[in-house]
């Protein structure tokens, strides 16, 4: 459940000992996970109230909200290294924004990742018996709509 991107990240910390909450969504907070030379590594959970998310909703589909879609508002990536002057940093936390394309398209739409695309056209009507259709543009162009909708509302 949630973005198949991190579904051996899930495993590997649930092994290290991290309990998902009792009721999963696609859209639970993994722990942050440090490790160290000398130490194995630690999961260290993250304050539900300290992460910020925006509810996805459409400026013209009241029926996006059922589909219970969030994303933090100001997301940091951790699992990137970080070189300079030779040395590597390996757990360098990364402080961007998302909106449009990259959480609508990459994000919510990609097979690999959320694969809310069939989802959204089912609700839209779709044909989606044949690409020809275009169903996969049409779904994409709503989820990136509501997207920027979304991150546009609350300023």
Request: net charge negative; proline share 10%; charged share 20%.
């Amino acid at each position: 459940m949630g973005d198949a991107r991190n579904a051996e990240f899930t495993e590997s910390v649930e092994a290290l000992g991290w309990q998902p909450p009792a009721i999963r969504t696609a859209f639970d907070h993994l722990p942050l996970v440090v490790s160290t030379g000398m130490q194995d590594p630690q999961p260290y959970k993250i304050p539900r109230e300290v992460v910020h998310e925006v509810p996805l909703t459409h400026p013209d589909l009241p029926w996006f909200a059922d589909l219970g879609l969030r994303w933090p508002a100001v997301p940091v990536i951790t699992n990137m290294r970080l070189r300079i002057g030779g040395v590597d940093y390996p757990a360098a936390p990364f402080n961007t924004w998302f909106v449009g394309t990259d959480i609508g398209t990459r994000s919510l739409a990609d097979d690999s990742a959320y694969a809310m695309l069939h989802p959204v056209a089912i609700q839209l009507g779709l044909d989606t018996s044949t690409d020809r259709t275009l169903w996969r543009d049409r779904a994409t162009l709503e989820l990136n709509r509501a997207v920027l909708h979304s991150f546009d509302t609350p300023g």
